[in-house]
């Protein structure tokens, strides 16, 4: 039980260390065109400051559609996540909100999920170790958009 303990312990220091790595300030300390940087960049756009807390979905929404953060493009990158092979019931929910809140906008939620269709699986892998790479480099290696 012990065992057991000790490595929850260690499951929950790892988690706390990365969480710390990812404030937008830290961030900001990659060199100019990383993922880091740029995720930095994007957070202080949002006016988050710069000890808010990066999450997968800020990393994802800024590789997917850049710097915007519209409801549309928000939904957007759920139908891009869907057709990326990420189903979830948060997706699912998102994407059928969206349509229903913006109907006229079917043709640019059906673009991004044939674009996501033709990007290699990128929702689930550990951005954590992509943060020192070129944004192009990611972008390139994983075909998105």
Request: glycine share 6%.
């Amino acid at each position: 039980m012990n065992t057991l303990k000790n490595k929850l312990e260690d499951v929950k220091r790892q988690f706390d260390r990365n969480a710390q790595r990812l404030t937008a300030h830290n961030l900001l300390t990659y060199p100019e065109g990383t993922l880091g940087r740029q995720l930095g960049n994007f957070l202080l756009i949002r006016n988050y400051g710069q000890n808010t807390y990066a999450s997968r979905e800020d990393i994802l929404q800024m590789l997917v559609t850049g710097n915007t953060v519209t409801l549309t493009d928000e939904i957007a990158l759920q139908y891009y996540l869907f057709g990326n092979g990420c189903i979830r019931l948060r997706v699912l929910l998102a994407m059928g909100i969206g349509l229903a809140i913006r109907p006229h906008r079917l043709r640019h939620f059906y673009n991004m999920y044939k674009k996501g269709t033709t990007a290699l699986r990128f929702y689930d892998i550990d951005h954590l170790r992509l943060l020192h790479q070129p944004i192009n480099r990611v972008k390139e290696t994983f075909m998105i958009l």
